[in-house]
T-cell receptor
């Protein structure tokens, strides 16, 4: 079983739509959680950390459900510029252990 | 720009040749990671350093791969006797471990093509 699993998509949504991505992780001892954004042939860039109480940054909301071991990212009022791959990342806190999902591809359509 | 920098951005080589990539982390960061990424996949861990010490290597890392961080600053990743399967984006990331939540910051990567 993979450490982090994501639906690869693609998600094709119209501008202004709300879209949600989920990610599950296998290690219940995982301690920190992140969403990264990656544009085509570019490096991953930190979008937001995910906190236990949930957190919001503008149009983006991240939530963590430790009991079910999943993380979600909600994007409201999608913009064309949101088109990218969104990577779910989990850190168990032991040694190197950042685990990446395969990413979810989002295309926002005019 | 004080971000993570990688050199070169692109490398084309013939099978069997050796290649070396360089990474300069964010200056105050004590950890440096190397990842490999192929199309449609997330970054795959290769190895990481804390200061100059190489603390872990992936089991997937063959002995053709070697990495160094001699003075705890920049790092190099060398691939000997390259194979076509080595073609990938090689990403370097750095972090500040021990000061709150550890977060990775990536360089632009080196795209390797082995012909």
């Amino acid at each position: 079983r993979k450490e982090v699993e994501q639906d690869p998509g693609p998600f094709n949504v119209p501008e202004g739509a709300t879209v949600a991505f989920n990610c599950t992780y296998s290690n219940s001892a995982s301690q920190s959680f992140f969403w990264y954004r990656q544009d085509c042939r570019k490096e991953p860039k930190l979008l937001m950390s995910v906190y236990s109480s949930g957190n919001e940054d503008g149009r983006f909301t991240a939530q963590l459900n430790r009991a079910s071991q999943y993380i979600s990212l909600l994007i409201r009022d999608s913009k064309l510029s949101d088109s990218a791959t969104y990577l779910c990342v989990v850190n168990t806190g032991a040694g190197n252990q950042f685990y990446f999902g395969t990413g979810t591809s989002l295309t926002v359509i005019p | 720009d004080t971000g993570v920098s990688q050199d070169p951005r692109h490398k084309i080589t013939k099978r069997g040749q050796n290649v070396t990539f360089r990474c300069d982390p964010i200056s105050e960061h004590n950890r440096l990671y190397w990842y490999r990424q192929t199309l449609g996949q997330g970054p795959e861990f290769l190895t990481y350093f804390q200061n100059e010490a190489q603390l872990e290597k992936s089991r997937l890392l063959s002995d053709r791969f070697s990495a160094e961080r001699p003075k705890g600053s920049f790092s190099t990743l060398e691939i000997q006797r390259t194979e076509q399967g080595d073609s990938a984006m090689y990403l370097c990331a750095s972090s500040s471990w021990g000061q709150g939540m550890e977060k990775l910051f990536f360089g632009s990567g080196t795209q390797l093509s082995v012909l």
